[in-house]
């Protein structure tokens, strides 16, 4: 008989805060009780951004601002969104570092689109979450 998976997913994860635990204190326990915690990351964490000329705002913080994502727990994060080229690719990749250094496994951007399209796969207790990450944007 095979065990059931608990997958929890959240939308819009960003911390802007200095002290990076502030801001999941209270949901960590929650999410603690998943096999697997999805999120999408809502912008970009680069000490070295490469400001999109095509930017509105910049939506972006240190990387030091996500560097305990993992404690949380986060496990996947999607970062095909509208903030993440934010920061240019160079932000783009600090991002991908940040969380494949935390091993979190982030989807829905790559260096190319069949890349970008690849599902990331977790196995948790003998059973299979799979994931992806899209975006569309439709500019005025």
């Known amino acids: 008989m095979q065990q059931n998976l608990t997958i929890f997913a959240g939308g819009d994860v960003f911390n802007e805060l200095d002290d990076d ?3 999941f204190r209270h949901l960590s326990a929650l999410l603690r009780q998943a096999d697997i915690v999805f999120g999408n990351c809502e912008g970009v964490y680069a ?3 490469a400001l999109s000329p095509s930017r509105r705002v910049f939506h972006g913080a240190p990387n030091r601002y996500g560097a305990r994502l993992a404690e ?5 994060m999607n970062c095909a969104n509208n903030h993440a ?5 160079a932000g783009l990749q600090e991002t991908l570092a940040l969380f ?3 091993n979190i496994v982030p989807v829905g951007v790559e260096e ?3 890349e970008a399209a690849r ?4 196995e948790r207790k003998g059973r299979r979450g799979v994931f992806l990450g899209f975006c569309a944007a439709f500019p005025v």
């Open 85 to 89: 080229l934010d920061g240019g690719y």
């Open 72 to 76: 949380v727990p986060f496990h996947v």
């Open 47 to 49: 000490d070295q951004p």
């Open 119 to 122: 599902a990331a796969v977790l």
């Open 112 to 114: 190319t689109l069949a």
């Open 21 to 23: 635990w502030t801001a």
């Open 100 to 102: 494949r250094h935390q």
